[in-house]
């Protein structure tokens, strides 16, 4: 009961602490103060989440990422801390093991949020009583109070001293409730009911543990189970399996005859990674010439995308043949020698789309999707070897998607210690010379970048005249923040308005929303407060 | 009393009970005419908010699946019909005035009445609330 009220109260404390810290704010010291609450109180709630080794790393890597939202301030960093925070709640309130159910039961709480805030307040027996004279009250006061609404619309028309009355009066009213609003605008109010949704979501644990009952007949270590035939006939799988193999799929010899499919198909694909890696290897691995134009961007684009896709297969055809008792079966020595050649093969495979990677990062410069090709390509390793150690040690896909998953997290935690726009921004301007400018790119990376940008405001001036050359560059206009219209390829202009619409934004900011990015880019611009137009 | 029979139920009590608000705020406010509207909310109300029974239907379905209260139950409803509610306002004034249009204080009030009616719709029939539905015998 008393932990009821508590959770109820810290719910609705919650909501008034995110309303006060982040309305007409931007995340930064705030979101301090709002994690120390929550973290606080779910501690006190779950008071076992305090013991478990899972909830304690995972917290490390929420500081962190706490302590990069007021670092850095990037949309990288908001992620990695509202994953990690999420992950937290999923992992202290229900008993879990892998990323993937406990997102899952967060997702329960978000769901039933209202259901399980609304729960906080039924036992209350010592207000049934009161509730009882309450609902009488209403009931008997809805009558005459109808009454009352009417004769006093009939009297408003018939009296205009009484007119006069209650216009005075309702001018009273309406300035009161002009003032209330004032302060608690509908706008606040609903922002505060929101602050109050995120906290019952982060703080009332769910009544339906589905991913919780689910997980806990999981393990890692794979076993022999052995079905009827109508319970294998019944599943998924099989259904493909007798739509490809027919009649060999039935019977005793069905599991051998799987083996024989799978070290045929095996060996078939080996045999075509191998030309397509021995290619990849003579052309893109040694002497390379990638500052020649030649189908660079056809060949990274449209190779990049497509091989990450193959691999990606490749690993499912593994879990394919791998699913079960295939597993266990005495001869399917050439089937594992097949798949640990085929994983070896990928791996290479990885190595080419890295290369293609770098060489289109060394001609073009930096990117996004460029950058988030090599983390890629990372998960995809880190996917292969788990894949590899599945088939060695007879793991179980459960496994295998747990392990990924907090590679994935802890990946996450890391990306978030870099400031990406800024090294992208260094990079591509350090190499002004060689790499072709993207100004265009460039002007909508963050406004940690912009200094950076000013001390290059020759290069973009460069860029501007360039492009113009090409084109009129005034036949399409944008809208900067400021309101001034700019063409698209004044990029100089757009820098400065970007300048303007940065000060602008921070004089409309408190104390609340400072983080060190933003704290250090006003800095520059206050020091060196040379005014360009 | 099935969950059909008592979906129906709000859901009629919820249109009859937001035309009369909105009639009642309308004459409070002295807009005569605009509270005669609340009859054609009344008709209206029957004609374009009928799918909302059904949906209505489905969502008791799923939560009396689930092990709540009738509070919490009750609150989930609406909760999550109070922002279907919100949303299909604002999506029709998005279409109708090309702007989001719950700042403009007929439809604010509107959206504000019929949220307010479905939360004494629902209060009114909580006893049906209140037993758990068995999925399997």
Known sequence: MRKQISQSLLVIAGGILFSLVFWQEKLGINTVLFDAFILAAIFYLYANARQSAVVRWLLIGHLICLAMIVWHNTMLSKIAFATTLLLIVGFAEYIHRSVWFAGGSVLLNIVFCFASFAEQFKHRKTGSKKRKGLSKFIRFAIFPLLLLALFFIIYLSANSVFQVMATRMELYVAKFFNALFGVFSPQRLLFLAFGIYVTGCLLLRSKVNYFSANE????????????????????????????????????????????????????????????????????????????????????????????????????????????????????????????????????????????????????????????????????????????????????????????????????????STIHWDEFIASYNLQRKDRVPLDAAFLLTLSDKTLPLLEANLDAFKKAQLKVQKGSSGFNSDSWSGSGTRICDTCFAEQLLARKDLFIQQQSHLSWLSWNYADASTARYFRNNNVNHH | MSTSVTSFKIWAITVCLNAFLFGLIELFLGNIWAAMGSVIILVVGYIIGFPFWLLMWLLMEVIMAFPYTAIGRIAWLAGILAILVALSYAAAGWITTGHFALSEPRLGLLTGTTIAALILALYWNRKAFGKEKKLSP
């Open chain 1, 216 to 415: 806990t007949g999981r393990t890692d270590t794979l076993t022999r189970t052995r079905i009827s035939w109508k319970q294998r006939t019944q599943k998924t799988s099989y259904v493909f399996i007798e739509a490809v193999m027919g009649r060999f799929s039935k019977g005793m010899l069905a599991l051998k005859n799987e083996n024989t499919i799978g070290i045929i198909s095996l060996l078939l694909l080996n045999v075509l990674l191998l030309m397509i890696n021995c290619i990849d290897i003579s052309y893109l691995w040694f002497d390379f010439d990638y500052m020649g134009d030649v189908f660079l961007y056809k060949m990274v684009h449209d190779g990049t995308e497509l091989l990450i896709l193959s691999i990606v297969l490749a690993m499912l055809v593994l879990l394919f043949f791998f699913k079960g008792n295939l597993n266990f079966y005495r001869r399917n020595k050439w089937l594992r020698y097949g798949a640990y050649a085929w994983i070896v093969q990928n791996a290479v495979l990885v190595i080419s789309v890295l290369l293609r990677d770098y060489y289109y990062i060394a001609r073009y410069g930096l990117a996004y999707k460029r950058i988030g090709v090599l983390f890629f390509l990372f998960m995809v390793l880190i996917g292969l070897s788990t894949v590899f150690f599945k088939i060695w040690k007879q793991r179980t896909s459960y496994f295998l998607f747990r392990i990924n998953a907090w590679a994935g997290v802890i990946l996450l935690v890391l990306a």
